[in-house]
């Protein structure tokens, strides 16, 4: 989604912008080492952004040899040469053998659960069968994000505004899972693969578990016991355990809830922005009204788990993971074999997090690892201007987190994730949205969208790990964890950190944008926003807001995230007018990307839409879709 309206009033004093960024600079020289002198060369270089009609100068160090795309902003989709894009599923595809063919000039909520939803977000690929590496066949997970109402539906059912449109919405919210298998290097869905399955929001029942799970506080007058939630709004960015499980972030459910907060939980509700809601579900349903189910929204803003090898599976939320706006769950399997999920909450000057499992992963068994997301430490970032940052667990009991503040249990820290972070002195983060592992080093990535309250009176100040006033055009940050036995520690307290690269165009000195060398003028970027590693080590990086801000197409760059290429992105995907890319997702042998475009034609309507992508039918209006790219020669994507 594209904007998180959100009110942290936090304000500290800070250095001067120019000041701050200039120590994170010099820093970043002592921690670079002997190549520091060059790269702080490029870094520096306002001009250097190149004109070439060739685009970016050959091939980077670690491989990647595609020419940079070059395309205007335009109604389809475009991808760099030698390469194709083709659709592989859309909004109201098939994904049931009952599905009934899309008509969405007479859609209905029990035609819309039965076919693909809408908003496609995060993607995640799982090979079959279970457990190989195939990259021909597989099941193709997908988060349903949100609906727009302006674009699902025509004027005169927009007019009626009826419960059942309430109803498709719903079940346009939701996840899905596919099967997909390649032949001759062409993706398809499997029709009527018993694997198939969607997971609409107005049916689908999920299983509270963990500290919070059961405590009065997620009771309702439909659930008593706290345990059993209908439906998942709101799913962002996401993650894959490594037992084969899907991980999808709850987000901005505030976006739901209607209501002026009041009682025992309007502290609860304020913090965590309800009561403006940007759907009408509670004109037709009692639980998104706060004044009647004041304990409804405690049972959303969680990371949920779904089983996509197992139909009849139970989808669960995790609610040890902590509740707040949920984007991504990057999971790592540790040195030591525990799990370490990493998690961003998207709304401005909001947190980082880490959750820790208490136990560690059976590789030989996957069963046994069915709940291990129940029990662990549940961590926040503390970024130091010196380059260090703290994870500070959220402990009840351990410093502030106690009764006196409010917090009888765990299950409360919990439920108020934000409030208990807040008073442990996290940093407040220019909107975190995806964080990704590199594969080869194990540093971790953390795409900042923007945040245009940074530095402004209300908003926090700036700092070294976020240092521009205004930010609207975001950047990206390394994580480093410290190393034991030679290998990266991601349980580890106290973390290195650096500025990986600032958004914007490093012609224009306003924009403050800074890189790893000369980039041309394709290959600048604003608002990243989901985060990607190919098997070789390459960061590819989305982003949402990019149209907006430059005037460009949304899409897909490329970049090292090594040596002498690092943060020189290129670009690869533009995306159709309007939308925001989301997913990126490789086959195990990169082979395929796999991409969601979200919300084409945004900011128009279903009758005079700016763009009618992916179909071009004057019948259909654009439609959210999933796209797999591969390379005419089918070797792997990037070079
Ligand atoms: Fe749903 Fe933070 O993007
Ligand atoms: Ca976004
Ligand atoms: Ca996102
Ligand atoms: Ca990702």
């Known amino acids: 989604m594209h904007d998180n309206e959100q009110i942290p009033p936090r304000t500290t004093t800070a250095p001067p912008f120019a000041e701050v960024l200039e120590r994170a600079l010099a820093r970043r020289s002592l921690l670079v080492g002997a190549g520091a002198a060059a790269l702080i060369a490029a870094l520096g270089r306002r001009g250097g952004a190149q004109d070439d009609t060739d685009g970016f100068p050959g091939t980077s ?33 098939a994904v049931t053998g009952a599905a009934r063919r899309f008509d969405p000039l007479a859609q209905t909520a029990a035609a819309q659960e039965q076919q693909f939803g809408f908003g496609n977000d995060f993607l995640a690929f799982f090979p079959l069968p279970a457990g190989s590496a195939n990259s021909a066949h597989g099941l193709l997970f ?16 927009r007019a009626r505004d009826g419960a059942e449109l309430s109803e498709i919405e719903l079940a346009a919210h939701g996840c899905t899972v596919l099967e997909i298998r ?33 405590h009065p506080r997620l009771a309702t007058s439909a659930d008593k016991d706290g345990r059993t939630a209908l439906g998942t709004l709101n799913n962002c960015a996401g993650g894959r ?57 405690n049972r959303f803003g969680w990371v949920v ?15 040890a993971l902590g509740r707040f706006c949920h984007e991504g769950a990057e999971t790592v ?15 401005r000057g909001e947190y980082i997090y880490r959750f820790v499992s208490a136990a560690v992963v059976d590789t030989a068994n996957r069963a046994a690892n069915e709940h291990l997301l129940d029990e662990g430490r549940l961590d926040v970032a503390r970024f130091h201007d010196d380059g260090t940052l703290e994870w500070l667990p959220l402990v009840h009991g351990s410093g502030p987190l106690t009764e006196a503040a409010g917090f009888a249990s765990q299950a409360d820290v919990l439920i108020e994730t934000r409030r208990a972070a807040d008073l442990v002195g996290a940093t407040p983060m220019d909107r975190p949205e995806d964080l990704e592992a590199s594969p080869t080093t194990g540093r971790v990535y953390v ?15 700036v700092d070294a790990a976020n240092p521009r006033a205004k930010n609207r055009l975001g950047h990206v940050l390394e994580l480093v964890p410290p190393e034991k036995g030679g290998q990266p520690d991601h349980g580890g307290q106290r973390y290195r950190w650096n500025v990986f690269l600032l958004g914007g165009d490093p012609v224009r000195a306003e924009h403050g944008a800074r890189y790893g060398g000369a980039i041309s003028d394709e290959g600048w970027l604003t608002c990243p926003d989901n985060l990607a590693f190919d098997p070789k080590g390459r960061l590819w990086v989305a982003t949402d807001g990019h149209e907006d801000t430059s005037g460009r197409a949304d899409g897909l760059w490329a970049t090292d995230a090594e040596g002498p290429d690092r943060a020189r992105t290129r670009r690869f995907y533009a995306a159709p007018t309007g939308a925001e890319l989301c997913g990126p997702c490789f086959t195990p042998d990169g082979t395929t990307l796999f991409v969601a475009v979200q919300h084409p034609g945004e900011g128009s309507s279903f009758e005079s839409p700016t763009t009618r992508w992916p179909d071009f039918d004057p019948k259909l209006p654009p439609r959210p879709a999933v796209v797999a790219i591969r390379r005419d020669d089918g070797g792997p994507i990037g070079g």
């Open 142 to 157: 997908v988060n349903h994000e949100y609906t727009e109402r302006g674009l699902m539906f025509p004027p005169e059912q």
């Open 305 to 319: 788990e779904i089983d996509p090898y197992d139909p009849a599976s139970t989808p669960r939320k995790r609610t």
């Open 61 to 93: 160090a670690g491989g990647l040899s595609f020419r940079e795309l070059r395309a205007p902003l335009g109604r389809d989709h475009a991808v760099a040469e030698g390469y194709r894009a083709e659709v592989l599923v859309a909004w109201g595809d």
């Open 333 to 347: 399997l540790n040195q030591d074999g525990h799990l370490v999920v990493y998690m961003g909450d998207d709304s």
């Open 182 to 214: 390649a032949v001759d290097g062409v993706w398809r869905t499997v029709p009527d693969s018993p694997y198939n399955r969607r997971l609409p929001s107005n049916r689908t029942l999920f299983e509270l578990r963990g500290p919070a799970a059961g």
């Open 447 to 461: 795409a900042l969208t923007n945040n245009s309250r940074r530095g402004v009176e209300g908003g926090p100040a």
């Open 241 to 297: 355990t490594p037992w084969g499980t899907a991980l999808s972030g709850e987000e901005n459910v505030h976006k739901y809830f209607d209501g002026e907060p009041a009682g025992t939980e309007a502290a609860n509700h304020r913090r965590m922005g309800m009561g403006s809601p940007q759907f009408r579900f509670h004109r037709h349903h009692a639980r998104f009204r706060l004044a009647d189910e004041p304990n409804e929204p």
